[in-house]
């Protein structure tokens, strides 16, 4: 299903990375502000595929869950070219597939029980900070991040 190693992110045990949590809570304000979500938490991983890694397409909400509401991708790859392949492959509401190349700073969001996705196999060591801005209410208890 998959070929990534993933290092789980924790606010307080992570605090070196306060820019990139600043940017959470900022994303996070803005899309309740003008998307009215209730976004009240996120979980987020480092994740790394080496050279040869994968992951099959599917959806970034579990069966009988509705927490994750939108999926958030930071691409942290200098100098990416095509042919490194690792892209991310989104089938769209057509059912057309749309590739997104993992370069350095771009940042991806789309709705994590809507849109079916991959990662193409990676033939170049490839980074990202990945996670979800949650909808989590009191009574889900708490969650990785």
Known sequence: MRGDKTYWLNKDRDAALSG???LLEETKSTLNRYCYLSLSGQEFHLAHYPSGGYYKR????FEGRNNRMISMIIYL??????????QLEILDKNKKLQLVSPIAKRCVLFKSDKVP????KSFKDRY???GWLLYQPTSLGPLLG
């Open 20 to 22: 990139f949590w600043n």
């Open 117 to 120: 996705h991959a990662v193409l």
């Open 128 to 130: 990202s900070l990945t």
């Open 58 to 61: 599917h959806l970034d909400q």
């Open 77 to 86: 790859n200098d100098n990416w070219e095509t042919e490194n392949g690792g």
